[in-house]
């Protein structure tokens, strides 16, 4: 339901965290290594540029941390999406979201017809927000600070939900998703030792 938070100022990284960014905190010894089945980026060659997959909410927030940052609240992850808490269903406005704006299924096939894949991170640079954030509906899901619960029980002051529940919240819908679930509004919970290659 439409609900009104208030969100203080924060920054956001322009884009997803890359293969390359996780493995520089990987060989600092301040984060561990993701999985490598199925459509995991880490094992693949070529594939630096892509956003990282197959990590579990605690590797996602090691990682924030080290790179002097923390996971962004459920709230500052949908203003951003929003393009800065606009009334508009996706990043870029309302027309619905296509192969030209997001990687995604389209009806082309998962990965805009690639198959299981990820693209490169801002490889649909018509899909980014109006402060030029990049990937924020599609190509991997993306873990956030909070707990999962119902909306209208989330703070309203824009932090992140810290009673423990069924699961950690993950926005965004990745490439294996129809245009519905990479709206800016849409949610989804995984536990939080899940790694995906979705997320």
């Not at 905190?25 to 995991?40: I, Q």
Request: aromatic share 10%.
């Amino acid at each position: 339901p439409v609900r009104q938070v208030s969100v203080s100022g924060f920054a956001l990284s322009k884009t997803e965290v890359t293969v390359g960014q996780y493995r520089a905190c990987v060989e600092a010894g301040a984060c561990t290594a993701p999985d490598t089945e199925g459509s995991c980026n880490w094992s693949q060659s070529g594939r630096d540029e892509h956003p990282i997959n197959c990590v579990d909410w605690e590797q996602a927030s090691a990682f924030a941390k080290w790179a002097g940052g923390r996971l962004p609240s459920e709230a500052e992850w949908e203003y951003a999406a929003r393009s800065g808490g606009k009334d508009q269903t996706y990043g870029w406005g309302n027309a619905k979201a296509d192969c030209g704006r997001a990687v995604m299924d389209d009806g082309s096939g998962n990965g805009c017809g690639k198959g299981n894949t990820t693209w490169p991170v801002c490889s649909k640079p018509a899909g980014n927000t109006a402060q030029g954030l990049c990937d924020m509906a599609g190509n991997v899901w993306e873990w956030v600070e909070d707990w999962y619960g119902p909306y209208g029980e989330a703070p309203s002051d824009g932090s992140a939900r810290t009673q423990a529940a069924q699961g950690r919240v993950g926005r965004g819908g990745c490439w294996f998703n129809f245009a519905s679930l990479l709206r800016a509004a849409f949610r989804d919970w995984g536990d939080p030792g899940l790694r995906g290659d979705r997320l």
